[in-house]
């Protein structure tokens, strides 16, 4: 997506978040699960519609919190349907909510999301694709992709000639650790 290096920097929502979040390695189980949720909000609409709605997004879903998002039931399904700050698609809010019940089944193997991802890497993005599949719902190629880029699982989120980037290679992302050549 070296793309966004060019359209983001300056942009009042892209920028802070191409500056601070994309691509830089996130370990913290809620900010996992919000930038998953975020991916999943975004299939088939702009990622610019996302960022514009996150923060009525985050107060909807009690801040992404997945344990708090994991006893949703039919009464919290219609307060979100019916919430027109947020993005109003049925699939999407049953498989977020869904998703913070599967990920209740990594914590006791693997400590949480984080562990999980940790330790399935590396992959290659199919192989990324097809865990993520068997693991969560409405996962998508673009999802997942644009999920582990975002975090540092995979590359491609700034260009070497981004000032970004040059602040994200100190933090030794999980791909930058294995090379880029493993995933050619």
Known sequence: MSWYCDVA????HHGPYHDREYGFPLTDQRALFERLCLEIFQAGLSW???LKKRPALAAAFDGFEPATVAEYGPAEIERLMNDAGII????KI????ENARR????DPVHGGFAGWIEANHPLAKDGWIRLFRKTFVFMGGEVVGEFLMSIGYLPGAHRQDCPVFDRIRPLDPPWLRVGEEFYR
């Not at 920097?9 to 009042?12: A, K, M, N």
């Not at 990920?103 to 990594?106: F, I, V």
Request: net charge positive; charged share 30%.
């Open 94 to 97: 049953e498989a977020v909510i």
């Open 9 to 12: 920097p300056g942009h009042p």
């Open 48 to 50: 610019l519609i996302v």
């Open 103 to 106: 990920l209740r089944r990594l």
């Open 88 to 91: 109003r698609n049925r699939r």
